[in-house]
């Protein structure tokens, strides 16, 4: 399995570890974050994930001071991607989940975050950043185009993202003309 994206930015986490039983990623989670929310560009994001955010620029960031989580992928509002854990560790990004009877998603599943909120529109070059992405993974894990879902489906009791406004048909449209 190849464990870098070639498309993306690289800035390792150390908010994960060795996926169980040499799991093989199977599924696609797609998430949305901002920091402070619906404050983008600032790159705080990348600081969450690799632990060296300052909680104390901010006051709403005082609630994040001691937590560690990770994705492996991170796509600004402009489509610049980041990879945060290679591909073949687990990162840190769906907590308490379920999805088609299996439970704890981050041992078999790759996380991806959109910069973003429940309730903003997501831009064309995330989409489409998003749609290579998937193309790519499609082609080095068993992820397919039917193991692709949302954080709120896999834990719908604490989450709600990528939220209403994520356009899942522009979503795969743009992955049949990347495939």
């Known amino acids: 399995m190849t464990d870098w994206y070639p498309g993306a930015k690289r800035h390792p986490s150390p908010h994960c570890d060795d996926r169980p039983d040499n799991l093989r990623p199977d599924l696609l989670v797609i998430h949305n974050i901002s920091l402070p929310p619906q404050h983008f560009g600032q790159g705080l994001v990348p600081a969450f994930f690799d632990g060296s955010l300052d909680c104390s620029a901010h006051p709403w960031l005082a609630r994040l001071e001691g937590v560690r989580v990770s994705a492996h992928f991170f796509i600004e509002r ?102």
Do not use: C
């Not at 973003?116 to 790519?136: C, E, I, V």
């Open 78 to 179: 402009d489509g610049t991607l980041w990879q945060l854990v290679a591909i073949s560790q687990r990162a840190w990004h769906a907590g308490l989940s379920q999805f088609a009877g299996r439970e704890r998603l981050n041992d078999s599943s790759v996380g991806v975050e959109l910069e973003g909120a429940d309730h903003l529109p997501f831009t064309l070059a995330q989409y489409q950043a998003l749609a290579r992405l998937s193309a790519w993974l499609f082609t080095h894990t068993d992820i397919g185009p039917h193991r692709v879902t949302g954080h709120e489906t896999i834990a719908p009791i604490r989450k709600t993202d990528p939220g209403p406004l994520f356009d899942w048909l522009t979503y795969y449209r743009l992955m049949e003309l990347t495939a």
